[in-house]
């Protein structure tokens, strides 16, 4: 029986592994999708990059209240480091299903980059030469942007070294612009 059930768990687990990596794949060529729209679309590179980068802002600005519940995160993170942290390997895990490496701070410890080395997006993707441009991954520069906005931390992101542009590596820079007053605490002072 044992034996059994164990077997019927690994079978589970096979087929859960297959359906996520479906997932996955469909997630990537969704994506691939919508790019390539956004390109017919607005036929400017530049306008497609602050598209992208737009839409990232507006899912972020939502997706942060399903962060924090599903991590549970109830005290806000005390320092950027600790947020550069979370965002990196727990935020990205999440929505992704990759960690990402944090490194280069500057001198004061107000920017730092995110390198992603396995980026989901852009799997099966190429960029013909004409599109050398495009930041095909901006919609993650605004998911971050709208995200940490959401909890009283106004950055600025780009990418900055990308693999689709013949960079080793993924890097997401992000800068700390300001942190905002929460004006619900000063409401209830
Ligand atoms: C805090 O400072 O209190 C916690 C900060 C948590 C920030 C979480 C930001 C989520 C960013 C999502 C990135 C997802 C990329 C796919």
Redesign the pocket.
Known sequence: MATSSKSHQRTGEQAWGKISKVNAELFTLTYGAMVMQLIQDFEDVGAVNKQLESMGYNI?VR??DE??AKAG?ST??TDLK??AD??AKV??KM??GVTADVSSWNGDGTAFSLLLYDNPLIEFVELPPQYSGLLYSNL?CG??RG??EM?Q?KVSCRCVRDVLRGDDVNEIRVELKEMMEDVMDEDYK
Do not use: K
């Open positions: 972020g997706l942060i962060f924090l995160v806000p993170c600790e947020t979370v965002v935020a990205f929505f992704l993650l998911v971050i995200a940490l909890v931390m």
